[in-house]
């Protein structure tokens, strides 16, 4: 069945430095990837997808370029704020089920 | 305004006792889902609607019901509650199932069994 992996459980870092999280994925399907954000007490909402191979989509400071022939979605960002402090889940889209969540990366962004 | 919305947001419930989460959009959305969120797990799925009176388990459909009577309401149900169904349920709703569609999420519920 279909997979997402997230590597980072939780990724620290000073405010205005740069931030990378990753995302890799199983399907037989062609892929659809999503980026997630989720907010302390806050519903998931939508950040980026995808389903181009190698065509950067950007929204809201993130950037993100699927590359099929490593099957990753990662999520980057220049300078984060601490705005950026949340919850970032990977998923997968696939024909029957919907979204297939990663367990999520713990972003928390100092002064 | 698109939206989603659940009720109640938070619940303390016994063991043993039966629980009523409920969900509702205003996208006319033919798809909606019911998930659970714990700490370390993201979010699982427990089932999905197509539409009226069609829905499918996900991957922890144990210890739920769902009811699917107007394609804008979707509601789950656990028959005598259990202490490790302590979690927040998240109803989210989408136009269609699958491929690019965007999944619009509630507040989430915050259930707890004691």
């Known amino acids: 069945g279909d997979s997402v992996t997230q590597t980072e459980g939780l990724v620290t870092l000073t405010k205005g430095l740069p931030v990378m999280l990753n995302c890799t994925y199983q399907?037989?399907?062609?892929?659809?990837l999503f980026w997630y954000v989720q907010h302390l007490n806050e519903a998931p909402k939508l950040l980026l997808k995808?389903?181009?191979?190698?065509k950067r989509t950007e929204h809201q400071g993130f950037y993100a370029t699927l590359h099929k022939s490593s099957s990753s979605f990662h999520l980057q960002k220049s300078s984060v704020q601490l705005s950026d402090s949340a919850l970032y889940f990977c998923?997968?889209?696939?024909?029957?089920?919907?979204?297939?969540f990663g367990l999520g990366t713990r972003v928390s962004v100092f002064p | 305004d698109m939206k989603v919305t659940q009720m109640p947001r938070y619940l303390i419930k016994r063991m043993g006792e039966n629980v009523l989460l409920e969900c509702g959009q205003d996208?006319?959305?033919?798809?909606m889902y019911w998930y659970r969120q714990d700490p370390g797990l993201g979010l699982q799925l427990i089932y999905i609607?197509?539409?009226?009176?069609?829905?499918s388990e996900g991957d922890i459909p144990k210890g739920y019901r769902v009811s699917r009577k107007k394609r804008e309401h979707f509601s789950l149900i656990l028959d005598s509650a259990k202490t490790n169904q302590t979690s927040v349920y998240f109803c989210?709703?989408?136009?269609?199932?699958?491929?690019?569609?965007?999944?619009?999420f509630g507040p989430g519920t915050r259930l707890t069994v004691l």
């Open positions: 995808s389903s181009t191979d190698n």
């Open positions: 998923a997968l889209s696939d024909y029957a089920q919907g979204l297939t």
């Open positions: 989210a709703s989408s136009s269609r199932t699958g491929g690019y569609a965007e999944q619009f």
């Open positions: 399907t037989t399907y062609s892929p659809f």
């Open positions: 609607s197509y539409d009226v009176d069609s829905n």
């Open positions: 996208m006319s959305h033919e798809t």
